[in-house]
């Protein structure tokens, strides 16, 4: 069963002093994949402040605006409504490729990016060869596992430990850091093994047992994915299923290729800002999962052996049946399909039953509506059928 999810992400930035012009990227909106569906999403940057939208390289969604008046600060919101459905799982071993035919595939066309190391995503070869004779013997599923769980054992989850341009080394050598810090370290290791792998920013709720119109103060989280015949998701700071929590917003080599927000200013350096999240899990409607939109999503992004078994969960649509053709005689057939009663132009009225009409003389005076139904009427002659 999935999940409707309300978000609101609130970013506020006050500056030290007047700030003349600002260039500002925003991304806050929620993808459109296979296991979600973005259903209404809405960035503003205040009032007046037009905001356009563009598609990046890496295929997020980014709100373009630029304040050209002096302002001391901004004040960044963006909702949004979203269906997540259960992450479907790995898919059998024997299905999966091995360790050769990765490392064959792997380093052949847009693959290749999710293998190259980045300022953000490089360890010392010490780091890396204790990674590796951990999973020796493993296959890349558990291998990957494997490294996630080391990471998460390794570093400590410790908001305020780290900053946005702490590295992996740094905060392996720290012991410490945040969920930024945790997806890149453990992206690093994963591409040591010779695993494509790409951080991934969204939303996470924090209750798994969410009842429906409570809201939750939620957080922007980081989490990773890797490539092993097909994209499988990793959260190695929870150690929870990536599943209907986790919105994905943003996918790329590090964090420097998904910020939330990032621009260009002309005014003090000095500024801060304060972000805040919050997450409403909403009822989900009765309506049949093959009625709704997310169907025909699912059928246009997923085959049987991408998610086995997700589709068809509901009875097949009847079509419509055809309307019936009245036989000739019985009345004029209208936009609905069903014949029309025969009446008398004047009166307005129905002839008896198993009769019909036969003759229609121009009774209606011009320019004069019909008479009340009942009334007498001389002007048509009705004759009794076979």
Same mark, same amino acid.
């Given at each position: 069963?999935? @999940?409707?999810?309300?978000?609101?992400?609130?970013?506020?930035?006050? !500056?030290?002093?007047?700030?003349?012009?600002?260039f500002?990227?925003a =991304?806050?909106?929620?993808?459109?994949?296979?296991?979600?569906?973005?259903?209404d999403? =809405?960035?503003?940057?205040?009032?007046?402040?037009?905001?356009?939208?563009?598609?990046d390289? @890496?295929?997020?969604?980014?709100?373009?605006?630029?304040?050209? *008046?002096a302002?001391?600060?901004?004040?960044?919101?963006?909702?949004?409504?979203?269906?997540?459905?259960?992450?479907p799982?790995?898919?059998?071993?024997?299905?999966?490729?091995?360790?050769?035919?990765?490392?064959?595939?792997?380093?052949?066309?847009?693959?290749?990016?999710?293998?190259?190391?980045?300022?953000?995503?490089?360890?010392?070869?010490?780091?890396?060869?204790?990674?590796?004779?951990?999973?020796?013997?493993?296959?890349?599923?558990?291998?990957?596992?494997?490294?996630?769980?080391?990471?998460?054992?390794?570093?400590?989850?410790? /908001?305020?430990?780290?900053?946005?341009?702490?590295?992996?080394? *740094?905060?392996?050598?720290?012991?410490?850091?945040?969920?930024?810090?945790?997806?890149q370290?453990?992206?690093?290791?994963l591409?040591?093994?010779?695993? /494509?792998?790409? !951080?991934?920013?969204?939303?996470?709720?924090? $209750? &798994?047992?969410?009842?429906?119109?409570?809201?939750?103060?939620?957080?922007?989280?980081? @989490? &990773?994915?890797?490539?092993?015949? #097909?994209?499988?998701?990793?959260?190695?700071?929870?150690?929870?299923?990536?599943?209907?929590?986790?919105?994905?917003v943003?996918?790329?080599?590090?964090?420097? $290729?998904?910020?939330?927000?990032?621009?260009?200013?002309?005014?003090?350096? *000095?500024? $801060?800002?304060?972000?805040?999240?919050?997450?409403?899990?909403?009822?989900?409607?009765?309506?049949?999962?093959?009625?709704?939109?997310? #169907?025909?999503?699912?059928?246009? !992004?997923?085959t049987?052996?991408?998610?086995?078994?997700?589709?068809?969960?509901?009875?097949?649509?009847?079509?419509?049946?055809?309307?019936?053709?009245?036989?000739?005689?019985?009345?004029?057939?209208?936009?609905?399909?069903?014949p029309?009663?025969? =009446? +008398?132009?004047? +009166? +307005?009225?129905?002839?008896?039953?198993?009769?019909?009409?036969?003759?229609?003389?121009?009774?209606?005076?011009?320019?004069?509506?019909?008479?009340?139904?009942?009334?007498?009427?001389?002007g048509?002659? @009705?004759?009794?059928?076979?």
């Open positions: 069963m999935g @999940w409707r999810l309300r978000i609101e992400h609130t970013t506020r930035v006050t !500056y030290s002093g007047p700030v003349l012009t600002s500002n990227e =991304r806050m909106t929620p993808l459109t994949l296979p296991t979600q569906t973005t259903m999403a =809405r960035v503003t940057a205040g009032p007046g402040a037009p905001v356009w939208t563009y598609n390289y @890496w295929g997020s969604y980014v709100s373009v605006f630029d304040l050209p *008046e302002h001391d600060g901004l004040l960044i919101q963006a909702t949004a409504m979203v269906e997540t459905e259960p992450f799982g790995v898919p059998a071993a024997q299905d999966r490729p091995g360790w050769a035919e990765l490392r064959a595939r792997a380093p052949h066309g847009r693959l290749l990016e999710f293998l190259l190391p980045t300022p953000l995503t490089t360890v010392t070869g010490q780091i890396q060869d204790a990674a590796m004779s951990d999973i020796n013997g493993l296959d890349p599923d558990e291998a990957a596992a494997a490294i996630s769980g080391r990471v998460r054992e390794h570093v400590t989850y410790m /908001p305020g430990a780290t900053g946005v341009r702490t590295n992996a080394q *740094e905060a392996w050598d720290k012991g410490q850091g945040v969920c930024q810090d945790m997806a370290l453990t992206v690093a290791l591409r040591a093994a010779g695993l /494509p792998a790409r !951080y991934v920013s969204g939303y996470l709720h924090p $209750d &798994v047992h969410a009842e429906p119109g409570r809201t939750a103060v939620g957080q922007s989280h980081a @989490w &990773v994915e890797y490539w092993a015949g #097909s994209w499988i998701p990793l959260d190695p700071t929870s150690g929870a299923e990536v599943g209907e929590r986790h919105v994905v943003a996918r790329g080599r590090d964090y420097t $290729d998904v910020p939330p927000l990032k621009g260009l200013y002309h005014g003090p350096p *000095e500024s $801060d800002m304060e972000v805040t999240v919050e997450v409403t899990r909403l009822a989900l409607s009765r309506t049949c999962a093959a009625d709704s939109p997310r #169907s025909s999503l699912r059928s246009k !992004y997923l049987s052996n991408v998610m086995p078994g997700i589709l068809g969960a509901c009875p097949p649509k009847k079509p419509p049946a055809r309307r019936p053709i009245p036989p000739p005689g019985t009345g004029r057939r209208t936009s609905s399909g069903f029309r009663t025969p =009446r +008398c132009k004047r +009166c +307005c009225s129905p002839p008896p039953s198993s009769w019909a009409p036969t003759v229609s003389a121009p009774c209606r005076p011009p320019g004069s509506r019909s008479a009340w139904p009942g009334s007498a009427c001389s048509c002659s @009705w004759t009794r059928t076979a």
